[in-house]
């Protein structure tokens, strides 16, 4: 194919996946794509950073998306996305105006919803959760923590978990007793068996109880009930993950649930010219390393089209999870695919910079615009993440660290 100079690239979504895509394609493509970022967030936020505010320690990260795009050179529409029409290549956005596109990357990430009426939802943009509060009150306490039988990302509620417990430690409330309701055969056990036992393990070792392989629901009075077996449990409070539904975007295909269906080239099914990445697809792991590499894989069939990169490699899932305990984190990696051994845990650094979104360009990004002294990586193998030349990008992810001296 003859290169496309100047193809109009829009990007829908200034998350996780939208920023990577965004990073990815300004590397990539070069002057061959006029990159259009749009977002109805002014900002991009570090979600995976909110599981520190219940405790009132510093709030997520936040990065205005305009200067972001400024400095980058690329254009920044701070607007809502209405429709898309794939076969005339627009974007209708929310106040009537229209985006032409030559390729659309759609990372409008999922819709959350209580999976729990009576439960706290966490996260929650209209109820933020306030543990230090629920803590201090008066008397005996059983806080339940519930992984719902429809969500495939559940490491918050483990985070959420481990930090509680780590200041019920620090308030020196004996009588607070904390419980894991999981639909999973094992905690974490996306993970594979090396990582679920060691956060099995972490949780026995702190006195957290976990109920495994159980399905959570509410009887008509707001009770917590658990099946099979139709057990009561007597919570003083529970705080569920919430349920996700697809962004069910007007003009591009979706399954029953709202999810963009993409093959392993992040390319949605059906229409021509439109790629997707992030929690919006139909990919069943909703998680920001995973919306990462699905987005690096349309940028590097983008530009592969536009005639600035080689083949194209496809979406490759590595899961990758940096679990916050209140004391040492845990790092967690496996290669979802299978046929790659049993997985890998360790207190110590297991990629390389240590970001809990361990995307290709978004790590390097978050790196080093947080400022501060830079800690010195572990003396020992591990992936790195860097920002390549892109005539690199052939070659794969992980590079072996350098040791110190």
């Known amino acids: 194919m003859s290169p496309?100079?100047?193809?109009?690239?829009?990007?829908?979504g200034g998350g996780v996946a939208g920023l990577e895509a965004l990073l990815a394609l300004h590397d990539l493509a070069g002057d061959r794509g006029q990159l259009t970022l749009v977002s109805a967030d002014p900002e991009f936020v570090y979600k995976p950073m909110l599981v520190e505010e219940p405790f009132d320690l510093d709030p997520a990260a936040r990065h205005e998306l305009a200067p972001l795009a400024a400095e980058l050179g690329v254009r920044f529409e701070n607007r809502a996305v209405s429709s898309v029409d794939p076969y005339h290549h627009l974007v209708a956005l929310a106040d009537g105006s229209k985006l032409e596109y030559d390729y659309l990357v759609a990372c409008l990430g999922g819709r959350y919803r209580p999976a729990l009426e009576h439960a706290r939802t966490f996260p929650s943009?209209?109820?933020?959760?306030?543990?230090?509060?629920?803590?201090?009150?008066?008397?005996?306490?059983?806080?339940?923590?519930?992984?719902?039988?429809?969500?495939?990302?559940?490491?918050?509620?483990?985070?959420?978990?481990?930090m509680t417990q780590s200041r019920v430690r620090g308030l020196g409330r004996g009588d607070v007793q904390l419980t894991v309701v999981t639909a999973e055969d094992a905690p974490l056990a996306v993970f594979g068996p090396v990582a679920s036992s060691a956060v099995a393990d972490l949780l026995s070792g702190r006195g957290i109880d976990v109920v495994t392989g159980s399905v959570a629901?509410?009887?008509?009075?707001?009770?917590?009930?658990?099946?099979?077996?139709?057990?009561?449990?007597?919570?003083?409070?529970?705080?569920?993950?919430?349920?996700?539904?697809?962004?069910?975007?007007?003009?591009?295909?979706?399954?029953?649930?709202?999810?963009?269906?993409?093959?392993d080239h992040?390319?949605?099914?059906?229409?021509?010219?439109?790629?997707?990445?992030?929690?919006?697809?139909?990919f069943p792991v909703k998680q920001g390393g995973i919306g990462t590499q699905q987005a690096d894989a349309a940028a590097e069939d983008i530009a592969h089209r536009l005639g600035a990169a080689g083949a194209p490699q496809p979406f490759h899932p590595v899961l990758r999870g940096k679990l916050l305990t209140g004391d040492e984190s845990l790092h967690m990696k496996a290669d979802i695919t299978g046929g790659a051994g049993e997985g890998e845990a360790s207190p110590d650094a297991l990629w390389w910079p240590p970001q809990k979104v361990s995307g290709r360009y978004l790590a390097p990004f978050l790196y080093h615009g947080s400022g501060g002294a830079e800690p010195e990586p572990p003396r020992r193998p591990l992936e790195v993440e860097v920002s390549l030349p892109k005539e690199w990008h052939g070659e794969p992810l992980s590079q072996p660290a350098r040791r110190g001296s």
Do not use: C, K, N
């Open 4 to 12: 496309d100079p100047g193809a109009r690239v829009v990007i829908l």
């Open 266 to 282: 992040a390319r949605v099914r059906g229409v021509e010219d439109v790629y997707a990445a992030g929690d919006g697809t139909d």
């Open 125 to 162: 943009a209209d109820d933020p959760l306030r543990l230090d509060e629920l803590l201090t009150q008066e008397g005996p306490r059983h806080v339940v923590f519930v992984v719902p039988l429809a969500v495939s990302w559940s490491l918050p509620i483990y985070e959420l978990s481990l």
């Open 217 to 263: 629901r509410e009887d008509q009075h707001g009770t917590l009930v658990l099946t099979p077996g139709d057990r009561v449990v007597g919570a003083t409070e529970v705080i569920a993950l919430p349920a996700m539904d697809g962004p069910g975007l007007d003009g591009l295909p979706s399954d029953d649930d709202g999810f963009i269906p993409i093959d």
